[in-house]
């Protein structure tokens, strides 16, 4: 599971890590909610997404094998988890559904992230082909100019802005 080269370098490698911090911490507070437990605060998701976005950056560098993507979000789970209960102790939920629904998120993370990775970088080259097919069609050609001698007397060199292919007149 490579990502492209064109993922791993520049503000491609920020954007897909932003974009794995947001996914993954957002399924692990839907995760947690749905096992009956409470979302932490703005401030906490806001930290704990910077944290896996900088992790996932990291990683971005290298080859993402099904391990290190499943460590990394279970961890990110974990992160959830422990400042969900630190922040709303007394909200509970069922221990073994909170590790069952967070161990779902982790899994389905491994199998959606490098697929949506290549629904991405189609998308971003159709865009791309059409924009330089738009380009392409809004150039104008280029015309070339040819110094042509005449006989008259008040110009000794007139410039002409011919279209490629055509001859000057004849009567020059």
Known sequence: MSADRR???GHARTVRAAFVGALTTGLGVGAHEAAGGAAPSLGALGAITVGVGALAWML??????P???????LLTQGAVHGVSMAQHPAVGGDGTLMLLTHGLAAALLVAVVPRAERV?????????????RILRVHTPAPRTVLLVST??????????????GRAPPASV
């Open 7 to 9: 993922l791993t370098s």
């Open 60 to 65: 971005s560098g290298q080859r993402w094998t």
């Open 67 to 73: 391990r290190t993507l499943l460590a990394a979000f």
């Open 120 to 132: 991405l970088l189609s998308i971003l080259d159709h865009l791309a082909l059409r924009a330089l």
């Open 151 to 164: 006989t008259s007397s008040l110009h000794a060199v007139a410039r002409l802005a011919l279209p490629p």
